[in-house]
């Protein structure tokens, strides 16, 4: 069976500070990805998706990058933090492009002070 | 634009049924997606409709309106486990998803 996971779950940064988030996808080959920010009150907002190795599409121009250096792995990353950035992370998955049930991870939980 | 619009807060009584609107305008349709999320967790999928019509998974329903750009999500029997968000997200041109903020559904005993 296929498994997401992603980490850190929990993490306080200052303003200025780098971001690591993680994402791996277990059990299938090829997935689609997708990194969404979830601020309080708000729908789900796309950062980025991918449709393969090295294939990155930014939907909101910002001081966040992905990345996505294996198959089954998806990288989110920013040099410095905004407190704006604070949020609710979650990374995806689907099968196909135009498979709309998306697979989430635990979510991430990012609080910039 | 795409807009989503669905109601901030729904509260109902253990036992009952509670329908959760949806009104949606989006550029190209590809289907609606709902989607069940308790605090401080990810969303898990519900159901889609793609097709004018009813569909029904257990205590479950969800109708779909093509033409009205209308959907409802309608829960039976409720628990308190129910207690969550709802999330309503139609799928457009681009098989892109559009997330509305969600209804969060408060259960009462």
């Known amino acids: 069976s296929q498994t997401i996971h992603q980490w850190p779950a929990t993490l306080v940064q200052p303003v200025g500070s780098p971001l690591s988030l993680e994402c791996t996808v277990e059990?299938?080959?090829?997935?689609?990805l997708y990194w969404y920010r979830q601020a309080a009150g708000r729908g789900l907002q796309l950062l980025f998706y991918?449709?393969?190795?090295?294939?990155i599409s930014s939907e909101v121009p910002q001081n966040l990058s992905a990345s996505r250096p294996q198959d089954r792995q998806f990288i989110l990353s920013s040099k410095k933090l905004l407190l704006s950035d604070s949020g609710f992370y979650l990374c995806?998955?689907?099968?196909?492009?135009?498979?709309?049930?998306?697979?989430f991870g635990e979510g991430s939980r990012l609080t910039v002070l | 634009g795409q807009n989503i619009d669905q109601p901030t807060e729904m509260t109902a009584t253990e036992g009952a049924i509670v329908q959760i609107n949806c009104t949606y305008q989006?550029?190209?349709?590809?289907?609606l997606f709902w989607y069940q999320q308790h605090a401080g967790e990810a969303p898990t999928f519900l159901s889609y409709?793609?097709l004018d019509g009813l569909e029904e998974k257990g205590r479950f329903s969800s109708f779909l309106s093509r033409s009205k750009g209308y959907s409802y999500l309608l829960l039976k029997e409720l628990q308190m486990k129910d207690s969550a968000s709802y999330l309503c997200?139609?799928?457009?041109?681009?098989?892109?998803?559009?997330w509305g903020a969600g209804t969060k559904l408060i259960i009462k005993p």
């Open positions: 995806a998955w689907t099968s196909g492009r135009d498979t709309g049930e998306l697979f």
């Open positions: 059990g299938t080959s090829n997935p689609n």
């Open positions: 991918s449709v393969g190795i090295g294939q």
């Open positions: 989006t550029s190209g349709f590809n289907g």
């Open positions: 409709n793609v």
């Open positions: 997200a139609p799928m457009d041109s681009n098989y892109q998803l559009i």
